[in-house]
């Protein structure tokens, strides 16, 4: 029985007899999942006694050997041999000719008596050295220094690897907030146990400078502390001094420490845009002239490095010089992105540029700009990357683009015959939300969870082989505008990034969710034993109420994206628990109830209780009959969203809400039979940023016979000048008329109202419950 999927090649290798022989394979839990890999039964075990072998006398290999023999704990220091192996019990690296593998590649064969590592580099044999980790149990990452009675079998195996794509990135942003030097490298020395080979440094912005520039030293001494920080999502300032900063030494230390994981480290030096914390150092940098501050807001500043003044290049040189003097880098990133050209449309300095270079707008001055910057460090022997928007005004020569806003930009590059690195905000962007809004921290917009980073596929299918050549890969990004603390920092990047390291590595073929997540419940204990904050948000449950039309009933259904997962659960009503049981099918609910849910992997239950209430009212589950067309874009689940019991969180617009882009909206129920009607409680949502209203008016009218309607009392706007969102609910009490039929008229306002800044546009509606109750027995 083959677990996994071989390669052709392997296959052949693999389908000898005396292999097929046995019963029982092992199985694995490597992420990535490697090329090909043969499980067999049997194991191999370590013990302190086991001789960890190079097999020629090479540096680099003795360090590997190093690493190995220090993770193991052996007995005795690795050394080289030449002709004689042992017979048996030993750990061998191997170096093989350059011909015969990949670049980044390793072989392993784990037998009864040895384990031997092949590569042609010593970066082959390093990720040979990991994927022997991976296959150790969990208990191993646990195990503390000095104890050695530990379990250390490893299974029986053959396994060929390498990565499908050259550049595998993890980005940071250190500019919104400031990491230590410490977590910086827990940082990359994870990156590396997944098989990732770029950090990309996102070291300047307009809220911070972060890295020491000895000739300009006031970079760091103003432009790296910030007076205030917004709280949460307001423009609310916390008032308190924040900053801090890299010294060079620190960088050059972690450069080296990610050199030893084989870890190559891009800094990023934003411009012309994103740079207050550059001009509050030296304002005669921009176009104004100032003065400025280190940015207290998130965002996109209007005042960037002035491209008229020949003093910002030799700045930047400058600058850059010594950046190449800690990042021996073949990539400097540049930024590029987001540079509003409202500054250089109003500086003589900038304009006399254009003429004088025959520019015709903003974007192809800030080509001039960027393409000055790519020949400086060209003749420096370095490539510049840059933010997609160095596509506009035209590409610098060499450049190779970051697609970040969507694909679009990478497909132009690579057409052009750029490389590409691909990360589209989704689902490459680890600071959007990985779970259900109500229950994570506060994050940008955007529902990305794990499933959808997986299912990534960075060479769009339009691109031709030769075109596709170009995508050298995929970076998973985190803005750390919400994430001020390490701890959280975790909790966004883990396990998402694993989901892109298989992506990044695996071929498109061997990748497969349900065989990821189950590999994936084992990394839950590594990342634990690593003390890393992981997020348990992957292993939500997701609650829904499910029309059966066969009953014309309710009922509630509960899945998760785990296959072979069992899935408890618990009614708490009115503090009253019904207890745990496992799920099984979907089922009735009979009264307003909070649903409790966690699932069980392994035989082992996760810790994660998912809660959601759900309110039973005499509408819940009666069908409404809509006249008016809802949008496309927020159908959510149709009529049903208006009478599932489940209420909508004012932030995820896609799931609970029902949109109506200009238009009213007309819902007429059917409760059943007559009944005396106490009152009626609708849900709507209001966030004017996003063109969503409250409704102008509501109407309600109540009919016994579905022809005949008299008006219940109607209910006034309500005036709210937050600019915070907020779901809102128009109350209807002492209606008490009887009724078998009501329609719902929600007014909407029609357009975004004088004043607005999208006045004139469609408004939106959004429309959540309709409850409707009689009155209490
Ligand atoms: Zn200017």
Redesign the pocket.
Known sequence: MKLHYLSIKLSLLILLPTILAVAQPNTHSIIPEPVSIEMESGTFTITPKTSILFASPSNELSKLADLLAERLRSATPPGSVNHHLPKRNYILLKLTPEAHGHPEGYEMVVDKESITISAVNGKGIFYGIQTLFQLLPAEFEKSEPGKTHINRKVPICSVKDYPRFPYRGMHLDVSRHFFPVEFIKKYIDLMSVYKYNNFHWHLTDDQGWRLEIKKYPLLTEIGSMRTSSPIGRSETGDHIPYGGYYTQDEAREIVEYARQRYINVIPEIEMPGHSLGALAAYPEL???GGPFEVWTQWGVADDI?????DE?FHFLEEVLTEVMNIFPSKYIHIGGDEAPET??E??????K?MAGEGLKDAYELQSYFIRRMEKFLNQNGRQIIGWDEILEGGLAPGATVMSWRGMEGGIEAAKLGHDVIMTPGAPCYLNHYQGSVAEEPLAIGGYNPIKSVYRFEPVPAILSPQESKHILGAQANLWTEYIAEPDLAEYMVYPRALALAEVNWTPKTNRNWDHFSIRLVKHFDLLEARGINFSKSAFKVSVQTIYDTLSSQMKISLSADFPGSIIWFNELTNGQSKGWRKYTEPFILEETAEIQTELELAGKRTGRISKKSITIHDAYGRLPLLSTPYSARYAASGALTLIDGLRAHPLSYHSGWLGYSGEDAHVMIDLGKIMMIKNVNIGFLYNPVDWIFLPEEVKIELSQDGIHFIPAPGMHPVLLTTRQPAALDYNVVQINSMAKYIKVIAKNIGVCPEGHWAAGEKAWLFLDEIMVNKPEE
Do not use: E, F, I, P
Request: aromatic share 6%; charged share 20%; proline share 0%.
């Open positions: 921009s176009c104004t490095l002035c491209a008229g003044n910002v500054r250089w109003k500086c003589t300095r900038c304009q540029r």
